[in-house]
Structure formats: C-alpha cells, structure tokens
C-alpha cells in the first residue's frame, strides 16, 4: 500500500510560478514511478509530467515542456512540479500517482492523492 499526499497549491498571477510537491509514504518512493495528473472544472483527467525510479526517464505533457519540470528526492520520498511561466489554462487540481514504470498511460498509475488546486489567475 502507498499513500501519496499533494501540497504548495494555490493562486499565482498568469506568467507567475508555483511548486508543488507530493509525499509518498508506505512504501519507498524510490521503488515506484511517480507522475503528475491534472483535471480541470468539466474535463477528463490529462497527463502533465512523469518520472522513473532511476530518474533517468522523464515525459512531458507537450502543452507543459518547457514551462514545467519535475523531480523526485528520494530521500526524502518526495516527488516536485515546479511550474513556471503559469497560464490560466494550467488551473487544476493536480494530483500525483504511483505506478511501476513511468508513463503517461493513466491507467497504469495504481495510487494517487487527494489533489491539490492551482488557480492561475489574469
């Protein structure tokens, strides 16, 4: 069993930054990948950023690369997205999940969070 829990949400100005960050309990989070979803107020859940145990594999949703970075402390079983240069079609909640291999295939994500909301703002 893994728990996930999102936290550092909250509202920026359009062009402003935001890390959010996302503890992994249970289990090391260095034996799962880790990736970041978000969803939006009438929209499906879409894939933003995934990374590997190894961290040598990193995946990007292309309407976040470049903007967007993650990464993992595993030490500190904690898993970033930092956000920068925000738009106001990046507000949601994002939730982060646990998978055995890093993908953008939602599906195989067996553990997530509770989500935490990000508002950009104009």
């Known amino acids: 069993q893994v728990q996930l829990v999102e936290s550092g949400g909250g509202l920026v100005k359009v062009g402003g930054s935001l890390r959010v960050s996302c503890i992994v309990s249970?289990?090391?989070?260095?034996?799962?990948?880790t990736g970041w979803f978000r969803q939006a107020p009438g929209k499906e859940r879409e894939f933003v950023a995934a990374?590997?145990?190894?961290?040598?594999?990193?995946y990007y949703a292309d309407s976040v690369r470049g903007r967007f970075t993650i990464s993992r402390d595993n030490a500190k079983n904690t898993v970033y997205l930092q956000m920068n240069s925000l738009k106001p079609e990046d507000t949601a909640v994002y939730y982060c999940?646990?998978?055995?291999?890093?993908?953008?295939?939602?599906?195989?994500?067996?553990?997530w969070g509770q989500g935490t909301q990000v508002t950009v703002s104009s």
């Open positions: 999940a646990a998978a055995p291999d890093a993908t953008s295939n939602i599906g195989m994500y067996d553990y």
């Open positions: 990374i590997s145990r190894s961290r040598n594999m990193i």
């Open positions: 249970g289990r090391t989070v260095s034996g799962y990948a």
